[in-house]
């Protein structure tokens, strides 16, 4: 079997207020018939966000207390002015920021800005990953 990621899901607390979010930053929402969830399209993959209670006792779990929840989601980009301008989309839409968006030792530019639940998202510019028309990212062998 291929290794692949097909779907990404986010424990929100108010999903109204996440989907209203993702809306706010361009993200299309999709299947809006589904109740309780909501997905967009992204790429070949897709996002989905569902209430926290919820997605844990799916997983068989108990809620978690929140804060950092040791991953990040990442967005690249073309340039470094797209992500400054991604970045301000995100503050615009209620987002928090997380940490500025500077050079980095491996290269690049980027800055964190986390969604209303917390979730961290890495806006990057990687000169090292080239992009696609499609927009995906190409990790070098």
């Not at 990442?74 to 920021?97: C, E, H, K, S």
């Not at 964190?112 to 062998?141: C, K, M």
């Amino acid at each position: 079997m291929a290794p692949r990621l097909a779907l990404v899901t986010l424990g929100v607390a108010d999903l109204a207020r996440a989907t209203a979010f993702y809306e706010a930053i361009g993200f299309e929402r999709r299947l809006r018939a589904a109740e309780g969830v909501a997905f967009f399209q992204l790429g070949p993959l897709g996002l989905s966000l569902y209430p926290d209670a919820d997605l844990a006792g799916d997983a068989g779990v108990s809620p978690g207390a929140g804060g950092f929840r040791g991953m990040s989601l990442a967005r690249n980009v073309a340039t470094r002015q797209d992500v400054d301008a991604i970045i301000a989309v995100m503050l615009t839409a209620g987002g928090r920021p997380m940490r500025a968006a500077g050079e980095k030792e491996w290269g690049g530019y980027s800055g964190y800005v986390a969604d209303p639940d917390g979730h961290a998202w890495e806006i990057a510019w990687n000169p090292g990953f080239p992009l696609g028309e499609d927009g995906a990212i190409t990790i070098p062998a």
